[in-house]
T-cell receptor, first 114, second 113 residues
Framework: SQQGEEDPQALSIQEGENATMNCSYK?????LQWYRQNSGRGLVHLIL?????REKHSGRLRVTLDTSKKSSSLLITASRAADTASYFC??????????????FGQGTILTVHP | NAGVTQTPKFRVLKTGQSMTLLCAQD?????MYWYRQDPGMGLRLIHY???????AKGEVPDGYNVSRLKKQNFLLGLESAAPSQTSVYFC????????????FGQGTRLTVV
């Protein structure tokens, strides 16, 4: 079963604009991660936010986590054409038998026009 | 440093044929995973391993078998391929399992006709 629901499914913006993607999940988590996938390629880890954190930054990326609402958002500021990709949130439920198993959302397809 | 390498990158199988997908990692990671990616569904966990000689079922294990005879390799087998197994398969590994990032291979695109 899919843990995460991502919104929007597709996002089209101009270079320089900000892009915001949202992720909702169903169960308690230990951490939430965001990955990027360029067309035809594997997933690349972007950022990890733990359940006791509310916000995290990495370069042009800003991630927020609201465990009371079971939701997260990924903000990409000053987007570039090279940011064009699919973005996935993935949750790690934690606990003794988690073993790092990730449950993915269906992804947001971001297109940044030059 | 190659990271996670999957072999082959593409494959076409006939229904009923068998094949093995190979995943190799050179990062000395304990944990390895096989996911499949289908359109509009994100990635789903097939099987995983928490160390050499161990394997466990994920969310969608039916029709697949795995083996981890060596720490650096994780093999995914399809004994009798079905069209429903047409998908893109990704292998991933992580050092500690919980709470750290996973590293993904570039994927294997499998078509079963």
């Amino acid at each position: 079963s899919q843990q995460g629901e991502e919104d929007p499914q597709a996002l089209s913006i101009q270079e320089g604009e900000n892009a915001t993607m949202n992720c909702s999940y169903k169960t308690s988590i230990n951490n939430l991660q965001w990955y990027r996938q360029n067309s035809g390629r594997g997933l690349v880890h972007l950022i990890l936010i733990r359940s006791n954190e509310r916000e995290k930054h990495s370069g042009r990326l800003r991630v927020t986590l609201d465990t009371s609402k079971k939701s997260s958002s990924l903000l990409i500021t000053a987007s570039r054409a090279a940011d064009t990709a699919s973005y996935f949130c993935a949750t790690d439920e934690g606990g003794g038998t988690s073993y790092g198993k990730l449950t993915f959302g269906q992804g947001t397809i971001l297109t940044v026009h030059p | 440093n190659a990271g996670v390498t999957q072999t082959p990158k593409f494959r076409v199988l006939k229904t009923g044929q068998s094949m093995t997908l190979l995943c190799a990692q050179d990062m000395n990671h304990e944990y390895m995973y096989w996911y499949r990616q289908d359109p509009g569904m994100g990635l789903r966990l097939i099987h995983y391993s928490v160390g050499e000689g161990t394997t466990a079922k994920g969310e969608v294990p039916d029709g697949y078998n795995v083996s981890r005879l060596k720490k650096q390799n994780f093999l995914l087998g399809l004994e009798s391929a079905a069209p429903s197994q047409t998908s893109v398969y990704f292998c991933a590994s992580s050092l500690l399992g919980q709470g750290v990032e996973a590293f993904f291979g570039q994927g294997t695109r499998l078509t079963v006709v």
